[in-house]
Every structure is written in C-alpha cells, then in structure tokens.
C-alpha cells in the first residue's frame, strides 16, 4: 500500500538516500512548523525532492555533485518510498556533530539546525529506503507548496523494489548511530 504522505527533503539528500549513500537525515523542521517544530509523525512516507533552501555550502564535498536545477518545475517527482527504522532525538550538540560521517550535511549545517528556532536539538532518522519502480509524479498543487516537512498525496498506487541497503548494513549503521547518541532510539 503506498503511503498518503511525502517528507519534504532536499533534492541532493533524497538522491544519497536512494543511492545507498547515506541511510540518515538529520531534521529539525521547515519554518512554517508548529511552535513545537519537526515531530515524526509518519513511520512510512514517500521522499519529496525539494530544491528549495538546498546549498552548497551545507552539503559535504563528496555530495556537492548531486545539487541540480529543478529537472520538472511545476511536478514533483517522487523517487522512493522510506521506512523508519529507528529515530533518536539529539539533545546533545557534541553528539549531533559526531553524526556527520554517516549523513550528508556539514558540520555547519548540523549545528545550524540544531540550534534553529533556540531549541536545542535534532531528530535524526535513520530510514530503509527503497525506490519507486517508476518515479511518482505529480502536478505540484498549492497544498504541497510551503516550509513544511509532511505532505498529504492524492490517493495514489505505487510499487517499491528492494531496499538500497540491505539489513546486515542498516544494523551496522543503526549500531554506529546509537554507540554516538547514546543507544537513545525513540519509540517507532
């Protein structure tokens, strides 16, 4: 069953996930959030490339290569479907910069979002992406427009193939991940 919710994320990081570069976001939300900013409310939702806010200067070197035009102005195009596998919310700067190797932001970036809105921390997914048999896509609508993480879709049909990642390796990320954060992984 395909999910009727997309997470908005930039398009260079919705390209390391569905190539098995990266298995983690880092979130704090967008700035038309709630007071109480990005909360995990979906464990299954499509990635919705976005180009806007991307930049340069908060992608590590080794994905600066994947920033792009937007390929189809006024469409979105849905690459893959993503499952939570564990969430932590980083309460701790030290610990949120420690993630850097195993995602695609800079450290800059990392401390940015963590201290965005004067709240102190980030959530930090980590996600079994597998990607779309056929991209999905959509005519942009005034709905999905806006600083926001979570989209409602149409009631669409899709098919996901085989995750990029396959368990052995997300253990070992998940193991990587908790020996930084503390093994704090919220609840699913």
């Known amino acids: ?26 979130r704090k939300g967008g700035i038309m959030e709630t007071h109480a900013g990005f909360e995990v409310e979906h464990r299954r939702f499509l990635l919705y490339p976005t180009f806007l806010h991307q930049n340069l200067a908060e992608l ?10 937007d390929p189809q102005p006024g469409r979105i195009v849905l690459p893959a479907l993503a499952e939570v596998v564990a969430i932590y ?27 965005y809105r004067n709240r102190p921390w980030v959530h930090a997914l980590l996600l079994r992406v597998r990607p779309l048999r056929e ?31 396959g368990e052995g390796e997300l253990e070992r ?7 930084i954060v503390g093994g704090q992984a919220l609840p699913r």
């Open 1 to 26: 069953m395909t999910p009727a919710t997309a997470l908005k994320e930039w398009d260079a990081q919705c390209q390391a996930l569905t190539s098995a570069h990266t298995a983690l976001l880092i």
């Open 60 to 69: 590590k070197p080794e994905f600066a290569g994947l920033l792009r035009d």
């Open 89 to 115: 919310k980083v309460e701790s700067l030290e610990r949120a910069l420690a993630l850097e190797p195993y995602q695609a932001l800079t450290a800059g970036a990392i401390e940015r979002r963590f201290h």
């Open 135 to 165: 991209p999905l896509v959509l005519e942009e609508t005034p709905e999905m427009l806006g600083c926001v993480s979570w989209v409602p879709l149409p009631d669409v049909s899709t098919e996901a193939e085989a995750p990029v990642l």
């Open 173 to 179: 990320l998940r193991a990587g991940v908790e020996g």
